[in-house]
Nanobody, 128 residues
Framework: QVQLVESGGGLVQAGGSLRLSCAAS????????MGWFRQAPGKEREFVAS????????VYADSVKGRFTVSRANAKNTVYLQMNSLQPEDTAVYYC?????????????????????WGQGTQVTVSS
């Protein structure tokens, strides 16, 4: 059974930084791309960033490009999201997810349907 556990959320002032972590267990972490998504109050969940299984390739939503950095430590079964220059519009519950098994499981993806395991989420609140 795959488990994903996020941590690192909290309250921060605009312009500040946070680092989210997602610890994975249950299957070979280094074989799967990982993604970060977020859901703001009253909005649908949206893609934030994704990283390939080897960490060679990353993909970002336009809204976070240049401010957020996704990385991973396969030896620790952990994926990270470094968030800098945070703005109130970044306020959301942030979720990590693991790609589905299959031909493209190693490659990053923007679509929620490409992921089959999700964490419980961690709240990020940015005050103005």
């Amino acid at each position: 059974q795959v488990q994903l556990v996020e941590s690192g959320g909290g309250l921060v002032q605009a312009g500040g930084s946070l680092r989210l972590s997602c610890a994975a267990s249950g299957r070979t972490f280094s074989s799967y791309a990982m993604g970060w998504f977020r859901q703001a109050p009253g909005k649908e969940r949206e893609f934030v960033a994704s990283i390939s299984a080897s960490a060679a390739t990353t993909v970002y939503a336009d809204s976070v490009k240049g401010r957020f950095t996704v990385s991973r430590a396969n030896a620790k079964n952990t994926v990270y999201l470094q968030m800098n220059s945070l703005q109130p519009e970044d306020t959301a519950v942030y979720y990590c997810a693991q790609k589905r098994s299959g031909g493209s499981s190693w490659y990053p993806g923007r679509e929620q349907g490409d992921y089959d395991y999700w964490g419980q989420g961690t709240q990020v609140t940015v005050s103005s």
